[in-house]
């Protein structure tokens, strides 16, 4: 009787967590749609200036999409304001050709802090976080939310080791416990740990402690890797 009685117990305390993650993410999807919406609707100026701007000063495309993994392993186009210029991707292998410290660099972080490769307002973007804007696209097509951990290409996935099951159980998200976390200051292991960390403890409390300290990253903590 005491075995059996142990298995009701515990049939009843999955069937609990299965409601509160059912419930977790209908909220989540409601949350995610909403601000969304009312982001684009809100910068809607904003957005056409910097493609104006972009078109300007380095022709198109205005937008950049690049393969990214999505949840349960699903590829989809990834949408930024192009940051870049149009040659990057050539000039990314010459550079690395030639450069022993920037190769480094590129292994440790996927990114290069003194990007050559990046357009003059590509600088601005960047460094205002402006040019993931176009992501919220991503948010209401339903292949990425609001909070969840950075989307990564295909070559990351290797990185993340037994954790690339807990991210391919979520969707990428535009922010997340990385990017409030100190961003370039925490090694590419520390951002696993911390996705990992969000996928054990993910609760709407905490996507919304996260969405209300991105704010903050925003406004006064311009530190990207």
């Known amino acids: 009787m005491l075995y ?14 299965v409601r509160h993650l059912r419930s977790y993410f209908v909220v989540k999807r409601l949350f995610d749609v909403t601000f969304s919406v009312l982001v684009i609707v809100f910068l809607l100026p904003a957005i056409a200036l910097i493609s104006l701007c972009i078109l300007i000063s380095d022709g198109r495309p205005v937008f950049y999409r690049q393969k990214r993994v999505g949840r349960d392993g699903r590829v989809f186009d990834c949408l930024k304001f192009r940051t870049m210029r149009r040659d990057a991707d050539r000039l990314l292998k010459e550079l690395l050709d030639q450069n022993p ?13 003194n990007d050559p490769r990046i357009h003059p307002i590509g600088h601005f973007l960047r460094v205002s976080s402006l040019d993931e804007l176009p992501q919220f696209l991503n ?10 951990p950075r989307p990564i290409v295909e070559d990351e996935m290797a990185r993340y ?3 690339i099951n807990d991210y391919l159980m979520m969707k990428p998200g535009i922010t997340g416990l990385w990017q409030v976390s100190g961003r370039s200051d925490t090694s ?4 696993v740990q911390l996705d990992a960390q969000y996928f054990q403890n993910r609760t709407t409390w905490l996507d919304l ?7 903050g990253v925003f406004l006064f903590d311009h530190n990207g890797c």
């Open 161 to 163: 080791g037994e954790c």
């Open 139 to 148: 948010v209401l097509r339903g292949e990425m939310s609001v909070v969840g």
């Open 188 to 191: 590419y292991a520390e951002r």
């Open 101 to 113: 410290v920037l190769l480094q660099e590129w292994r440790a972080c996927q990114k290069l802090r």
């Open 4 to 17: 059996a009685y142990d298995d009701s117990v515990k049939q009843g305390l999955e069937l609990r967590k």
């Open 209 to 215: 402690k996260i969405v209300w300290r991105t704010v």
